[in-house]
T-cell receptor, first 115, second 114 residues
Framework: AQSVTQPDIHITVSEGASLELRCNYS??????LFWYVQSPGQGLQLLLK??????LVQGIKGFEAEFKRSQSSFNLRKPSVHWSDAAEYFC?????????????FGGGTRLMVKP | DAGVTQSPTHLIKTRGQQVTLRCSPK?????VSWYQQALGQGPQFIFQ???????QRGNFPDRFSGHQFPNYSSELNVNALLLGDSALYLC?????????????FGPGTRLTVT
């Protein structure tokens, strides 16, 4: 069975500071990995995805993530956080057998940005 | 291009009642998935519809059922509501890009069971 762990429930960073959100997954083969963002009262927006190839993937809004197979991790990073980045962030894994069609989500990390 | 739309936005029901939630996928998307997001948790996969059939199902009881119409829109039905069914219900429509699927989520329906 596939699973996702996001160890940090809440993270607070100052505006302009760098950000790293952690994600660890469990899956028996090469997974499909995704990061989504959810603002209050809204649905989920896809930030980036990874299946194969370059282990550093670029996404929207200046986010990037690095796939590390040896650590079963897919951490999300941003060099300089903006106040508008405050939201909840979800890491998700999809199985190879469904091409990422059925997603398993982590519990989320709530990001707060200090002015 | 309209995104994924869901109705209603909010809903309040009583234990034991039945509820129907609706979803219209993005234009050109033929697959619809439903997720349940309890407060403070990540979404959990309920089931997925493609070609008007349930193709995959998560770990949810038979009280949860669905339907997909020829125009690809979908309904989620929940019977015999429990307090624990209170959650945000998200619909996602799927586009396949190469070998990977991208899911586009709607804003959700907030269901409160009292």
């Amino acid at each position: 069975a596939q699973s996702v762990t996001q160890p940090d429930i809440h993270i607070t960073v100052s505006e302009g500071a760098s950000l790293e959100l952690r994600c660890n997954y469990s899956y028996g083969a090469t997974p499909y990995l995704f990061w989504y963002v959810q603002s209050p009262g809204q649905g989920l927006q896809l930030l980036l995805k990874y299946f194969s190839g370059d282990t550093l993937v670029q996404g929207i809004k200046g986010f990037e993530a690095e796939f590390k197979r040896s650590q079963s991790s897919f951490n999300l990073r941003k060099p300089s956080v903006h106040w508008s980045d405050a939201a909840e962030y979800f890491c998700a894994v999809g199985g190879l057998d469904n091409a990422g069609n059925m997603l398993t989500f982590g519990g989320g990390t709530r990001l707060m940005v200090k002015p | 291009d309209a995104g994924v739309t869901q109705s209603p936005t909010h809903l309040i029901k009583t234990r034991g009642q039945q509820v129907t939630l609706r979803c219209s996928p993005k234009s050109g998307h033929d697959t619809v998935s439903w997720y349940q997001q309890a407060l403070g948790q990540g979404p959990q996969f309920i089931f997925q519809y493609y070609e008007e059939e349930e193709r995959q199902r998560g770990n949810f009881p038979d009280r949860f059922s669905g339907h997909q119409f020829p125009n690809y829109s979908s309904e989620l039905n929940v019977n015999a509501l429990l307090l624990g069914d209170s959650a945000l219900y998200l619909c996602a429509s799927t586009r396949r890009t190469g070998v990977i699927y991208e899911q586009y989520f709607g804003p959700g329906t907030r269901l409160t069971v009292t």
